[in-house]
């Protein structure tokens, strides 16, 4: 390999690079990637500190290893990205672009590195003629050591993504029979790191299949060669012997590591937004709408009523009425369950007369549908739907992690975007960055969500259950918006022995009133589906008024306090000026001293809700509070055992 040695001082931060070792820094100068050229690896430090150790990584493509008999290295490019861009449809109106890249040729192919202050990212870029095979990929992890305490899910099917976290010790994770999917967490000498992916077009999802000598080994699902009906769904029954067949000249797959010194800060970060490719050039996303959903299926169609037209009508006027934008239209609609047909509505239900009817009272409709009805038939489902009055596409039973489910999630987008039509993928894997270029795609499932209290796939496990809500805003909600479902109102505390019963007439959750209330406010979702009915909301309209404002696109957002074992805390600023908070607890109950530093300064009015005790029997109780308070002022709150508290600040005066 040539020697060359290059240095440069690039927006403040001083980047090396020599016969070894390419590195870059982020603006801050905290965070550093480095790849080494013989053999191929990657490295990450924080502060100076390792936290991943050098990390094998390689391409196989048409049988041979890019990096085959030694990496030549032909030139290092180095550049810097900048700016502040609006992001409507997020977490954060305006999100910062601000890094540091380099990208190391070596002819064919090349590896590009960039670090942000929210932390580092590689990825692997072809410049080869017409098409190629990707035969496999390495993007192993090496871990500081076998006792670094690791977070994460696992699974036994590639995207299918709803399970419980686990939080073990490296060497204590059972590969046998399952992998780990993204995103994944690890601590190591006080610093955190979250391992995610952007801008998976084309490809599969990134998942660990082993862990030997320290080191994390990728998997990846192969091509779909054979697949058929199962269900809702499209199953893979054989996989190609190879990832993809794909363009010879593009951009893989960001491999991105969140870096922050508490984990409470992976809420903040931008890293998987802002390496996913940018809207089209032109493109008109204007008419975009997100909102809450008055929703039929968890709620049994409002605890086992007729599902019929007038049925409808009575949940698009309880939209109406209490300012809801949306009412979807679930497999409820359809003469069969799991025969569906979207051409074929139940004859119950007169989708014509609903749409005019919703329009009337200023609700959109969306439509439910299963992935083998769309699959293949992505312009003519999105086109028809559009022209009958349907505003968007709930897709499920995804539950692929494959190159070509990610083909299918970027065309339905555009699709759907060309016809001015929103998407939410359910049954999917978690979120990769599409819901940047396509602000249509409104949210994603891949989490184990409030589907999973319903009494029919309850297994009794409380602690589980209360560490998978606490867990998901370390985890996958870093990855982007997720589809939870919060909201229920027939609450049972720990210990009230709350069990599966065979129905879902009455269906309630574990956990407190006030958890509910703060998961509306703590779970990103553009797109929030309230899952309990009108019937129940509307036996305590206090609670539901309090949900039913809550934005669900954001100004800012502030993690507080918490771990993943313990409790999430964090502050989310409305783009009219008002900040709420919410905090939700595992298991056990949980004391936190509420710092409102985020206010800034001035006086402001507070409307808390909390816990109205620990015992098991008063879960659907809560106390609500009004009162003063200056910025900076510290509110101690109990939450009581799978409890939660939600508050709303509105400004009085600036001083």
Request: hydrophobic share 40%; aromatic share 12%.
């Amino acid at each position: 390999m040539r020697k060359i040695v290059y240095a440069a001082l690039i927006a403040g931060t001083f980047v090396a690079v020599s016969a070894e070792t390419i590195g870059v820094c982020s603006p801050d100068g905290r965070n550093e990637i480095r790849i080494c050229a013989a053999p191929l690896e990657y490295e990450i430090l924080r502060d100076g500190m390792v936290v991943a150790g050098r990390s094998k990584i390689g391409m196989t493509v048409g049988g041979r290893a890019l990096a085959e008999g030694g990496a030549s290295l032909e030139s290092v490019v180095r550049s810097a990205r900048s700016g502040i861009v609006a992001a409507p449809v997020y977490k954060k109106d305006r999100v910062d672009l601000a890094a540091n890249e380099v990208f190391a040729d070596f002819g064919a192919w090349g590896v590009r590195l960039v670090a942000r202050n929210d932390g580092v990212a590689y990825r692997f870029e072809t410049k080869m003629t017409g098409r190629i095979k990707v035969d496999g990929e390495d993007a192993h992890l090496c871990l500081p050591s076998d006792d670094v305490k690791c977070f994460g899910y696992q699974t036994r099917m590639f995207g299918c993504e709803e399970s419980v976290p686990f939080v073990k010790k490296a060497r204590d994770i059972d590969f046998n029979r399952q992998m780990v999917y993204m995103p994944f967490a690890y601590e190591t000498g006080g610093k955190h790191v979250l391992v995610l992916e952007s801008d998976v077009r084309d490809y599969p999802v990134w998942n660990f299949g082993s862990f030997s000598n320290g080191v994390l080994r990728s998997k990846f699902a192969g091509e779909a060669k054979r697949t058929e009906k199962r269900g809702a769904g499209l199953s893979v029954v054989e996989h190609a012997p190879y990832l993809v067949e794909t363009a010879g000249e593009r951009t893989f797959p960001w491999r991105a590591f969140v870096l922050a010194d508490a984990p409470v800060k992976f809420c903040e970060s931008d890293i998987v937004w802002a390496l996913a490719p940018a809207q089209d050039k032109g493109a008109d996303f204007s008419w975009v709408k997100p909102g809450k959903v008055a929703w039929d299926w968890w709620n049994g169609f409002d605890n086992g009523r007729k599902c019929d037209t007038e049925g409808y009508e009575r949940f698009i006027d309880f939209a109406a009425k209490n300012g809801l934008e949306y009412v979807v239209l679930d497999w409820y609609g359809y003469e069969a369950r799991f025969g569906f047909d979207i051409w074929k509505p139940c004859p119950a239900v007169d989708v014509d007369r609903l749409v005019k009817y919703a329009k009337a009272r200023g609700v959109d409709l969306w439509h439910w549908m299963a992935f083998h009805q769309v699959y293949g038939d992505e312009e003519r489902v999105a086109s028809h739907f559009a022209k009958v009055g349907i505003k968007g596409f709930k897709v499920d039973f995804l539950d692929r992690g494959d190159a070509d489910v990610a083909r299918f999630m970027e065309k339905f987008a555009d699709a759907c975007a060309r016809n001015r039509m929103h998407v939410e993928y359910h049954g999917a894997y978690r979120p990769t960055g599409l819901h940047r270029r396509y602000p249509n795609v409104l949210n994603y499932e891949g989490i184990h969500g409030q589907e999973w209290m319903l009494p029919n796939l309850y297994r009794g496990d409380e602690k589980g259950t209360m560490a998978s809500d606490v867990a998901a805003c370390y985890l996958r909600m870093s990855a982007g918006p997720m589809d939870y479902t919060p909201g229920a109102m027939l609450n049972y505390g720990i210990g009230s022995g709350y069990r599966a019963n065979g129905r879902r007439k009455a269906p309630g959750t574990l956990g407190t009133r006030c958890r509910q209330m703060a998961q509306v406010v703590l779970y990103e979702a553009p797109l929030q589906m309230l899952c309990d009915s009108p019937t129940n909301y509307g036996k305590d309209m206090e609670c539901f008024s309090f949900m039913a404002k809550v934005p669900t696109v954001w100004k800012s957002v502030v993690g507080l306090a918490g771990t993943p074992e313990t409790m999430f805390v964090a502050a989310r600023e409305t783009r009219r000026g008002e900040w709420y908070v919410g905090g939700i607890a595992t298991v056990e109950a949980r004391d936190c001293v509420l710092d409102t530093f985020f206010l800034g300064e001035g006086r402001w009015a507070c409307e808390l809700f909390r816990d109205a005790g620990d015992d098991a029997g008063n879960a659907r109780r809560y106390v609500r509070e009004t009162r003063k308070i200056e910025a900076g002022n510290k509110i101690p709150v109990h939450m009581a055992p799978g409890g939660g508290f939600v508050a709303r600040f509105c400004r009085q005066s600036k001083k």
